[in-house]
């Protein structure tokens, strides 16, 4: 009898409904309604036990009435079929042609031929047969090596492999990462799982962070903090001081980044002769390398002039220039200070008090050094109404000239340079207490300070307006044993100490830590800056925390000072210019002859700074006994107030700054000649000289005592055609 085989509920078959019924004959069946002792009536249609019929009812089954198209069945296909589908070899079929797999072997494929299932071949290695068509198919890699129901990952989907292994069936689909541990099973997506996902570069799976995925999941990248085989360093940040740059390089000397021991760094710019040298240092004197604004570095062999080629300031030429009343000083980078004009008082230290500079042959080889001792080389110069000083390569501070009031500091009134055997070894450096030295030096008329080398200030000489800022009046340095550690330092405030120093005739002023500015002294036209004219410094109280800080105005302050006789000039942060005191010549450059700073709401906001002319600013102030002059931001030079003598050098004796229309565009530069410019300035009393940038020196104004240092006594600068080019230089070396 033929076969029917239960099909597995998990295969949809895609074959047709199965058509009814067509007769089969097998042997021994005749159709003549006897069968095994069966009755057969007409032949068909009739009871059977045991027996089958197409058609009919099966496994003792009952039919009424003849053959029946789509009876019931408790089998498998029976007697239909169509292509798909598992049965087993030999079993009945209807469909001629039909393919199908067999059910005991996946690899065997059947066809219905003469109505049976018949092998029609089997499969290759990699191949079975597929039950949805009955042919050959690939099976699934994935499930090559396992057996139907087994789950794989595809594509992060959780697969499960079907029947003979040549299908699948997705069961879920994964949010994250499908991964293959014990079967298949959905994980989330994690860097380091081996597989790149949304948001990562890459993931490689491990945690090597030298190779092309770092631990992070990200292609490799100068500032990943993890450092690569072409790195030389990775920190992570952009800080390009911390040990590392921001271009994963360790720090060195021409890398483009400033670094801790390196003042600057322009990479390949780096230049020795530039503003950044290829060692990362400032340009600087001593370096070595010859910079704009030097004449010469031997580097370490830079040294004395007398026994080196190139001088300790790496300039040969003049360094520095001082005036006093009807003389004038130049320090010359071989540390040589000569001194030329009046002399009565031994303030040029030549041991005499013959004039020089007045006469013919006076100047050049004929005009002496000072002798300051030997072996002693002079680094700063300041002069006073008569006295001259010097501060040395040691430290030490020397002073010559007028002595009435012990300016000098030596402890007695003697005036030193006027006589033989006056100066060198012979002048004593001036005490300033135990392990003090100056670093800073300024002269009034007959008094001296010096700033020292823990920002104090000591004064000494003429006390008379309380300019020594002891509380009293009384001299200092013209009786013994009243210098040293017995001369008091001046008290500038709690914690308060001194950067810069300036003395005017009777007053002093300080530039403190705190950009702020202090002045004591006389205060007779308000020099002092704080409303009034009572003079500070002379009596007790005056001084520390009691005296008032000059008001600048609103966020300034000061970079610079300068102090004329009784008048006193600031340098402001924002590059203008305030004065403030006597002002009778216009010294103060208001376009008035009144004086400020005598009286209240003078100062601060209400004090107008000096107009120098449209986008015109200074860079360097000097004030005289009645005028002031300033180096412009495109080194032309400026002087305003009194010019009696010619002073201001506009070729008059006509006062500047004292009335309407004098100052600004109004006030004529200085003519100093076709394309020089003014590189150092200094005002004496009633004379100027300037350095010029050539290292030419001219000096105009009073000349009766030979300051000009021209060979004459005439005054230059007081009428037309004496100056730019009809104003001789000064030949001093």
Known sequence: MG???????????VAPPLLAASACFVPGFQGDGRNDGATDEGGAGGSSTGGSSVGGNATGGSSTGGGSTGGSS???????????????????????????????????????????????????????????????????????????????????????????????????????RCVSTSGASCVPATCGDGVPDPGEDCDD???????????????????????????????????????????????????????????????????????????????????????????CDEGAANGPPSDYACPLNCSIGIAQLAAGSEYSCALHSSAQVKCWGRAEFGQLGLESTTYRGDGPGEMGANLPAVNLGSGAFAKALVAGYGHTCVLLDDDSLKCWGYNLNGQLGLGNTLPRGDGAGEMGNSLPAIDL??????????????????????????????????????????????????????????????????????SGAFHNCALLDDDS?????????????????????????????NLPVVDLGTDRYATALAAGYNHTCALLNDDSVKCWGYNTYGQLGLGTNTPRGDAAGEMGDSLPAVDL?????????????????????????????????????????????????????????????????????????????????????????????????????????????????????????
Not at 487 to 499: K, S, W
């Open 3 to 13: 076969r029917r085989r239960a099909v597995s509920a998990w295969l949809t078959l």
């Open 74 to 176: 408790t089998g498998g296909m029976g007697g239909g079929d169509s292509t798909g589908g598992t049965v087993g070899l030999e079993d009945e079929c209807s469909e001629s042609g039909a393919h199908a797999c067999d059910e005991n072997d996946s690899k065997l494929t059947l066809i219905c031929t003469g109505g049976f299932w018949q092998s029609a071949g089997g499969c290759s290695t990699d191949e079975a047969c597929e039950p949805t068509t009955g042919l050959c198919a690939d099976i699934i890699p994935e499930c090559a090596d396992g057996e139907p129901g087994d789950l794989f990952c595809s594509n992060d989907d959780v697969m499960e492999c079907g029947p003979n292994l040549v299908s699948a069936e997705l069961i879920e689909p994964c949010e994250g």
């Open 205 to 295: 799976g491990d945690t090597d962070n030298e190779d092309a995925c770092t631990q992070v999941c990200q292609a490799p990248f100068c500032g990943d903090g993890f450092q690569q085989t072409t790195e030389t360093c990775d920190d992570g940040d952009a800080d390009n001081d911390d040990g590392c740059t921001e271009l994963c390089e360790l720090p060195d000397c021409g890398d483009g980044f400033v670094q801790t021991g390196e003042d600057c760094d322009e990479g390949a710019n780096n230049d020795n002769e530039g503003a950044c040298t290829e060692a990362c240092y400032l340009p600087a004197c001593g370096d070595g390398f010859v910079q704009a604004g030097e004449d």
């Open 433 to 502: 207490g135990m392990d003090r030295h100056a670093t800073g030096v300024s002269a009034g008329t007959q008094h001296t300070c010096a700033l020292l080398d823990d920002g104090s200030i000591k004064c000494w000489g003429d006390g008379a307006e309380g300019q020594l800022g002891q509380g009293n009046s009384n001299d200092r340095g013209d009786g013994a044993v009243e210098m040293g550690d017995n001369l008091p330092a001046i008290d500038l405030g709690m914690d308060r100490y001194a950067t810069a120093l300036v």
């Open 517 to 545: 500015v202090k002045c004591w002294g006389n205060n007779n036209a308000g020099q002092l800056g704080l409303g009034d004219t009572a003079d500070r410094g002379a009596a007790m109280g005056d001084m520390g925390d």
């Open 613 to 733: 002319g449209s986008g015109r600013h200074a860079t360097a102030l000097s004030a005289g006994s009645g005028h002031t002059c300033a180096v412009l931001d495109d080194d032309s030079l400026k002087c305003w107030g009194y010019g009696e003598y010619g002073q201001l050098g506009l070729g008059d004796i006509n006062p500047r700054g004292s009335g309407p229309g004098q100052m600004g565009s109004y006030l004529l530069p200085v003519n100093l000649g076709a394309g020089s410019s003014a590189t150092l300035l200094v005002a004496g009393a009633i004379h100027t000289c300037a350095l010029l940038d050539d290292e030419s020196l001219k000096c105009w104004g009073y000349n009766v005592s030979g300051a000009l240092g021209l060979g004459d006594p005439d005054n230059r600068g007081d009428e037309p055609g004496e100056m730019g080019g009809y104003l001789p230089t000064v030949n001093l070396w």
